[in-house]
T-cell receptor, first 113, second 111 residues
């Protein structure tokens, strides 16, 4: 199993550009989520999904869109990048039942200039 | 606002010593988990403790949970340089399904 994969690893955007961060998991997990991590802070939840076709907002959803057309994939779209979105982004997945242990991807380091 | 807060923010110890990190949270929880993050990497799950458990062990890790004080502690015994990382507690509020992370404790284990 590859676990949770994210692409790209690094990205530099100019203000106003849009892009999609890719996330995929091969563990058949129902729950998937996106977090951002900023210096000195924990992870903050952006969006999450409890299954294909179902998404919902987390703590900091503004400026981001998500979709979940399949169980495996959960892309995060930045609509119009802003410097405040400079951060490290992590995708994670877990089963809904059982231990709720989350499996994290390696992260995408995004810089918006 | 963050559900969990780790304490201390940073901890520096010598190899072989024990490291203790604490986590406080605000609302009732289903469970509490501890994660480790090595520099530049994703988080890795260490241990989960349910709200009806008081103590749990896994190798050199010992986790306690006091629901009356809304706090947990993570003890790493006989620390090694490889334990150098940031450690986060994450809670799942009762009735909820999302994880809420604290800001983390940066642990440095000096050889």
């Amino acid at each position: 199993n590859a676990g949770v994969t994210q692409t790209p690893k690094f990205q530099v955007l100019k203000t106003g550009q849009s892009m999609t961060l890719q996330c995929a998991q091969d563990m058949n997990h129902e729950y998937m989520s996106w977090y951002r991590q900023d210096p000195g802070m924990g992870l903050r939840l952006i969006h999450y999904s409890v299954g294909a076709g179902i998404t919902d907002q987390g703590e900091v959803p503004n400026g981001y869109n998500v979709s979940r057309s399949t169980t495996e994939d959960f892309p995060l779209r930045l609509l119009s990048a802003a410097p405040s979105q400079t951060s490290v982004y992590f995708c994670a997945s877990s089963r809904l039942e059982g231990t709720y242990e989350q499996y994290f991807g390696p992260g995408t380091r995004l810089t918006v200039t | 606002s963050q559900q969990g807060e780790e304490d201390p923010q940073a901890l520096s110890i010598q190899e072989g010593e024990n490291a203790t990190m604490n986590c406080s949270y605000k609302t009732s929880i289903n469970n509490l988990q501890w994660y480790r993050q090595n520099s530049g990497r994703g988080l890795v799950h260490l241990i989960l403790i349910r709200s009806n458990e008081r103590e749990k062990h896994s190798g050199r890790l010992r986790v306690t949970l006091d629901t009356s004080k809304k706090s947990s502690s993570l003890l790493i015994t006989a620390s090694r340089a490889a334990d150098t990382a940031s450690y986060f507690c994450a809670t799942v509020p009762r009735g909820g399904q999302n994880f809420v992370f604290g800001p983390g404790t940066r642990l440095s284990v000096l050889p």
